[in-house]
């Protein structure tokens, strides 16, 4: 067995950088910084900050190379490594009852079984974890490099009660961490997962009351409803919310929120604790003003979605009308967006009000039924390539021209950085089947309009909510 080097392997240099001057070439491996062995990437960042640096090249055959740089503040080195945490990642030792990943039908790649906790990727990417696996010189490391924000699924602050919801008996024990981290003044924020009959009702009224105590170090929480799937054999059953159930846990967040917004103790995130959208759609309630969003800090947990796609809906519909070049007109066109089941009649309103800006245009929003995970589950994220093909040709059957000249498709269904579904599919498979070209479109209200009207895209989007891909990345993650 070949014997691994010591330190890490440069993937890439980057041109123009110190690193191509000096001769540095991928293969090789990256030892120290100014004396300093380099565990991961944030020993990389924090010890690469100074001016002067001396650092550690080996090569393959084993000849060490010490590099002196004296360089600009604004100058890079220009490498990159085979992993962004130049490490293995942390798996998940939990056994959650309503993890997503244990509800997952066999047969799917081998990497979305992965199940990753790693607190430098909470960091990097805004995964949520537990904390569950972190040591003390863990913690130490956070408030050395101050690493924030890190965001933190609580779920519970009854100890007993996460320990039995995490299935790990060392999972009440996070508290004092969770403090250290807050008074080194460590940015965090936080997700609920809520069951219904386990951490709701008063539990959950606990778990409001005690995270609030870590203000303002703690931003936001965020409070989602449990995802069940139809593969959840030989796990513990768990009965869905339904609109009466999903109204009581509105009220009892709006009524938290008024009570931390009026103690002012965080001006700037004053509502703290945040429902997502699903619980309004599901209890047929209008959503919360874009002010009680807060900034949307927990947008891609699901809260405040639907709000600024809204408010982006209208802002560009508002700037292609008001302040349109003189000429400008949209031909006529007509299409398909497809979504989950979950926001397809809020999308269909906003569709609407495009439709009324510019009468050449008719987008049909149709929402795709989940037969692969089941009917509870209704987010776009989740949509699958073989799903969606099955159910356009049905339609299509009944009406040729029904699906219009094109498809859009939110890449919140892809895979990130490539066009693959979650059953590997891809959107070459979804043309072929449709005889339809697809146009992969970033889920804001701007794109969406600028997409059913035929411009080109003003940005490449928000990243992926369901899964995190890099080059040469062993781990995919589902949330």
């Keep these: 067995m070949a014997k691994k080097m010591r330190g890490h392997r440069i993937f890439r240099v980057l041109p123009g950088g110190i690193a191509e001057e000096m001769g540095v070439e991928p293969g090789m491996y990256l030892v120290s910084v100014n004396g300093h062995e380099i565990e991961d990437v944030f020993d990389y960042r924090f010890y690469m ?31 990159e490594f085979e992993s962004s945490l130049m490490s293995e990642y942390r798996s998940c030792k939990n056994r959650c009852i309503f993890c997503f990943i244990d509800q997952l039908p066999k ?16 960091f990097l990417q805004g995964n949520y974890v537990t904390l569950t696996n972190m040591s003390d010189r863990d913690i130490d490391r956070i408030i050395q490099f101050r690493m924030e924000p ?42 609920i997962v809520l069951c219904r009959g386990v951490n709701d009702g008063e539990e959950l009224e606990r778990t409001i009351r005690e995270l609030a105590s870590y203000r303002p170090a703690m931003r936001s929480v965020s409070v989602v409803p449990v995802g069940l799937t139809k593969y959840r054999e030989h796990l513990p059953r768990l009965e869905p919310f339904d609109r009466e159930s999903a109204g009581e846990v509105i009220d009892r967040i709006e009524s938290w929120q008024r009570k931390l917004a009026a103690d002012g103790i965080c001006p700037e995130t004053p509502h703290f604790i945040h429902a997502s959208d699903e619980w309004y759609i599901l209890a047929g309630r209008e959503m919360p003003e874009e002010e009680r969003y807060d900034g949307y800090l927990q947008y891609e947990n699901g809260v405040g979605m639907v709000r600024l796609m809204e408010t982006e809906v209208r802002a560009e519909l508002r700037e292609l009308t008001e302040n349109a070049p003189p000429g400008f007109s949209v031909p006529c066109r007509s299409m398909t967006l497809v979504c989950g089941t979950l926001a397809a009649g809020h999308i269909r309103r906003f569709m609407q009000l495009v439709e009324d800006a510019f009468p050449s245009v008719r987008v049909r929003v149709q929402p795709i039924r989940n037969d692969f995970f089941g009917p509870s589950i209704t987010v776009t994220g989740l949509v699958t390539g073989q799903d969606l093909i099955a159910q356009l040709k049905e339609i299509r059957e009944q009406d040729p021209g029904a699906l219009g000249e094109e498809l859009l498709l939110p890449v919140t269904m892809l895979r990130s950085g490539e066009k693959v579904f979650l059953d590997d599919l891809t959107t070459d498979d979804v043309e072929r089947e449709l005889s339809l ?34 080059p040469e990345e062993k781990a995919e993650t589902l949330t």
């Design 437 to 470: 070209p697809v146009h992969v479109v970033w889920a804001t209200g701007t794109e969406l309009v600028r997409a059913a009207l035929g411009l080109a895209p003003l940005h490449d989007g928000r990243r992926q909510l369901y899964e995190s891909w890099e």
């Design 107 to 122: 047969g799917l790649r081998p990497t979305l079984y992965f199940k990753d906790d790693d607190s430098r990727l909470s």
């Design 49 to 79: 900050t100074e001016e002067h640096l001396e650092i550690l090249i080996r090569e393959e055959s084993g000849e060490e190379t010490l590099l002196e740089i004296d360089r600009d503040p604004d100058e890079e080195f220009g490498i």
């Design 150 to 191: 890190i965001n933190v699924s609580v779920h519970t602050t009854n100890p007993a009660l996460r320990r039995k919801m995490l299935g790990n008996r060392f999972a009440g024990d996070i508290f004092p961490k969770l403090r250290r981290l807050a008074d080194a003044g460590i940015e965090l924020n936080g997700q």
